[in-house]
Nanobody
Framework: EVQLVESGGGLVQAGGSLRLSCAYS????????ISWFRQAPGKGREMLSC????DGRRDSVEGFTTSHDNAKNTVYLQMNRLKPEDTAVYYC?????????????????????WGQGTQVTVSS
């Protein structure tokens, strides 16, 4: 069973940076991918990044960078130049098997596992 656990959220001042972690376990295929989403109050989920396990291909929105530490089974999201509008619950989610396709701009229903989320609050 795939498990995802986010950490690293908290309170940060506008203009600051924060790095979120997504610790994962339980994948049975090596072509999985992990993405970061966020959801602000009253809004739907927004995809922020994705990274594939097999080839390391990745993408992210401006100001955010995702990376993968294979030895630690952890995917990170580095967030820079944070703004109050970035305040949201941040989730990591997994495509369990990418089947040779990319991971950017995938539909929410394609993700087979989700973490519980971590709150990020950016103060002005």
């Amino acid at each position: 069973e795939v498990q995802l656990v986010e950490s690293g959220g908290g309170l940060v001042q506008a203009g600051g940076s924060l790095r979120l972690s997504c610790a994962y376990s339980g994948f049975i295929f090596d072509d999985f991918a992990i993405s970061w989403f966020r959801q602000a109050p009253g809004k739907g989920r927004e995809m922020l990044s994705c990274i594939k396990n097999t080839d390391g291909r990745r993408d992210s929105v401006e100001g955010f960078t995702t990376s993968h530490d294979n030895a630690k089974n952890t995917v990170y999201l580095q967030m820079n130049r944070l703004k109050p509008e970035d305040t949201a619950v941040y989730y990591c989610a997994a495509l369990l098997n990418t089947e040779g396709y990319g991971c950017w701009s995938r539909y929410e229903y394609e993700f087979g596992a989700w973490g519980q989320g971590t709150q990020v609050t950016v103060s002005s």
